[in-house]
């Protein structure tokens, strides 16, 4: 407990972004400084067991290993002595008998003159002779029936053992003090390294949560809608992803609120003129400046159907918007829908001084849709072309059937749009002449209307400036299979 209250202080000097609190349960800086440290002391713990398994295991090893090699040569000549004396009497407390046997023979010196790796590493003093019944003859006294044994051999019986005290048993039995020593030092280089852990995780964690915390800030700042909140981070790592990221929903955010405050005071607009001219009959009439009488009657229907007109498009965009209009969809003659939506305008058109043409190269091609709602379509983009085509021009559709879609084009006679206007002409309440009274202007949602059932129909809608002078709109819907 204490070492994880010295860990939360030293999170905090290092961190300095909230009030320190005791009972606080650890943050994500905490926790991540606790994960790295813990991370290091295992590493070091795993490296330090595993260091002395492999010391004991493959140093001490070699050094056993260097005295059996010894060992190999020394039984021959143990062999070849009791079979001259019968028995292991002539060795009992015969030292200078038994260093007569562990002398390396002139060929087992090596090139340099040097004695065997075994010798100088002090395997002798280990050595020892037991006979058949482990008991010691001569040598090592420590040595015994678990010490490393190789038999003596003689005439096929086994006279004796040749016993070496392994350098385990040899370090354990003696003198520990470098022992001890290592490992105290081992503990020092330990604890060490574990602090040099701690500093290196406390300053990773600051490092990486001190951006962390700048994105948590601008988070706050968005959600009191401050949508101009920018996080600045250049990195190309993971964090600077998530800072651009969180600057393009920021920027989302913004754009959608000033549309959202654009739509309302469109609608507020589109709202009160159709009510201020009926309030201004209305009065009229009740202070008998105007009759009431049929024309009069007729110009606030004209204000009401306007304002019925602007209230169903609302409603109309605002399920295809959220996806919640219904469309029943079939295999529908794209032809066949096409002419009967075309027909009925074909009046309305000449009446206005317009002449309307289509052209449909469409030979039994099918599409998968709701008929109503591409009625409508078609509809809205014929009754933009006759609102905004200037008297004695013309209107044309044409239709056609390419790589598995169906295109449908209508152009039609001056007046044109400007081309910095065609790309907003999709958007709600935007109309391309600058007033909005215009008498002959709609709700400016049509179009708005008509993408919206476009893109529903896996469809794609676009504008562009006509070669009529007016304007230009390309409709491109997949044919069903």
């Not at 951006?211 to 948590?216: A, P, V």
């Not at 709109?473 to 299979?481: H, I, K, Q, R, Y």
């Amino acid at each position: 407990m204490d070492f994880y209250r010295a860990a939360m202080y030293f999170l905090k000097k290092t961190t300095d972004h909230a009030e320190w609190n005791p009972t606080m349960k650890p943050g994500l800086t905490a926790k991540l400084f606790i994960a790295i440290l813990a991370s290091c002391a295992v590493v070091l713990l795993v490296n330090g067991v595993l260091g002395r398994i492999s010391f004991e295991r493959g140093f001490l090893g070699y050094l056993n290993d260097q005295g059996v090699e010894r060992m190999h040569t020394v039984v021959p000549r143990l062999e070849a002595a009791y079979a001259a004396h019968g028995n292991w009497d002539f060795m009992h407390k015969n030292m200078q008998g038994w260093f007569d046997f562990m002398r390396p023979a002139p060929g087992e010196w090596h090139e340099s003159g040097s004695p065997p790796v075994s010798d100088q590493t002090g395997a002798v003093p280990r050595f020892a002779l037991l006979d058949q019944h482990y008991h010691l003859v001569i040598g090592n006294p420590d040595a015994g029936r678990n010490s490393i044994l190789l038999p003596v051999v003689v005439n096929g019986n086994t006279v004796g053992w040749m016993a070496m005290l392994p350098f385990q048993q040899a370090i354990a039995a003696g003198d520990v003090r470098f022992f001890n020593a290592q490992l105290q030092l081992w503990w020092q280089i330990g604890v060490f390294s574990v602090i040099v852990a701690a500093l290196l995780a406390g300053w990773l964690a600051r490092t990486l949560l001190r951006r962390l915390y700048g994105l948590t800030n601008a988070t706050h700042q968005l959600a009191t809608g401050n949508y101009t909140s920018r996080v600045v981070d250049k990195s190309r790592d993971e964090i600077g992803a998530l800072a651009r990221d969180f600057n393009q929903l920021a920027q989302a955010l913004e754009h959608t609120e000033r549309s959202r405050r654009n739509f309302m005071a469109d609608i507020s607009h589109e709202l009160r003129t159709p009510l201020a001219v009926m309030r201004a009959e209305v009065e009229a009439m009740q202070d008998g400046i105007r009759p009431m009488d049929h024309s009069t009657l007729q110009s606030v229907a004209a204000q009401i159907n306007q304002l019925g007109k602007l209230v169903d498009d609302l409603h109309d965009l605002s399920l295809t918007d959220v996806g919640a209009l219904t469309y029943r969809r079939e295999q529908l003659d794209i032809g066949v829908l096409l002419e009967s939506t075309l027909q009925p305008f074909h009046g309305r058109f000449a009446q206005a001084g317009l002449q309307l043409t289509w052209q449909l190269d469409f030979s039994d091609r099918h599409i998968y849709g709701d008929e109503r709602r591409l009625q409508q379509l078609f509809g809205n983009l014929l009754e933009n072309a006759l609102r905004y085509t200037d008297a004695g021009g013309r209107v044309e559709v044409r239709g056609w059937q390419e790589k598995g879609r169906l295109l449908v084009t209508l152009d039609d006679s001056t007046p044109g749009v400007d081309p910095d206007k065609l790309p907003r002409l999709f958007e709600r309440f935007y109309r391309a002449e600058s007033s909005r009274n215009r008498n002959s202007g709609g709700s400016g949602l049509g179009l708005a209307i008509c993408r919206n059932i476009v893109e529903a129909h896996d469809g794609r809608i676009e504008a562009r400036a006509s070669a009529l002078g007016g304007l230009h709109v390309t409709l491109s819907l997949p044919e069903a299979a």
